[in-house]
T-cell receptor, first 113, second 114 residues
Framework: QKEVEQNSGPLSVPEGAIASLNCTYS??????FFWYRQYSGKSPELIMS????GDKEDGRFTAQLNKASQYVSLLIRDSQPSDSATYLC?????????????FGTGTLLAVQP | GAGVSQSPSNKVTEKGKDVELRCDPI?????LYWYRQSLGQGLEFLIY????????KSGLPSDRFSAERTGGSVSTLTIQRTQQEDSAVYLC????????????FGAGTRLSVL
């Protein structure tokens, strides 16, 4: 089992719709969770961080965390073509190297005009 | 500078040669990470430095890979006797908060081994 799993996609949504991106993780002790956006040929850019169960909103983005289910998601409201990118979920574990940030392989999002 | 700086941006080398990749983190950031990203793949953790602590080298793929961080700032990733499978984008990230902190990435070095 991979430590951080994401559906590779592509996830295709029409402009203006809500895009829902999902991520599961294997380390139950994980404490910190991040979503990055990566445009083709560019480096990852931090979008959201979340540390507590529940929802965290920032503009059009909402991160959701459920530690009991080991599940973290990112919702993008009013999706725009400029949101088309690969979205990477990343998790910091609890045991061992506590600051090792582990990434999923990413979900490719395509927003259709 | 304002962000994480990496050099060179592109490096083409011949199989068997050694290469050095440089990362200059954001000023004041105590944590520094190296990742590798192959074409179409996710980010593979390589090594992590935190202050004066011993680095976490658990992600280095072989003993041909090594990294140093001098004076708690600039880091150099060295790949000896490069192989074609080493071709990838090498990304550096730095962080101010040691636990639970977010990471900010440089633009990366694209390494091509011929």
């Amino acid at each position: 089992q991979k430590e951080v799993e994401q559906n590779s996609g592509p996830l295709s949504v029409p402009e203006g719709a809500i895009a829902s991106l999902n991520c599961t993780y294997s380390d139950r002790g994980s404490q910190s969770f991040f979503w990055y956006r990566q445009y083709s040929g560019k480096s990852p850019e931090l979008i959201m961080s979340i540390y507590s169960n529940g929802d965290k909103e920032d503009g059009r983005f909402t991160a959701q965390l459920n530690k009991a289910s080991q599940y973290v998601s990112l919702l993008i409201r009013d999706s725009q073509p400029s949101d088309s990118a690969t979205y990477l979920c990343a998790v910091i574990g609890y045991g061992g190297a506590t600051n090792k940030l582990i990434f999923g392989t990413g979900t490719l999002l395509a927003v259709q005009p | 500078g304002a962000g994480v700086s990496q050099s060179p941006s592109n490096k083409v080398t011949e199989k068997g040669k050694d290469v050095e990749l440089r990362c200059d983190p954001i000023s004041g950031h105590t944590a520094l990470y190296w990742y590798r990203q192959s074409l179409g793949q996710g980010l593979e953790f390589l090594i992590y430095f935190q202050g004066n602590s011993a680095p976490d080298k658990s992600g280095l793929p072989s003993d041909r890979f090594s990294a140093e961080r001098t004076g708690g700032s600039v880091s150099t990733l060295t790949i000896q006797r490069t192989q074609q499978e080493d071709s990838a984008v090498y990304l550096c990230a730095s962080s101010q908060i040691t636990s639970g902190g977010a990471k900010y990435f440089g633009a990366g070095t694209r390494l091509s081994v011929l």
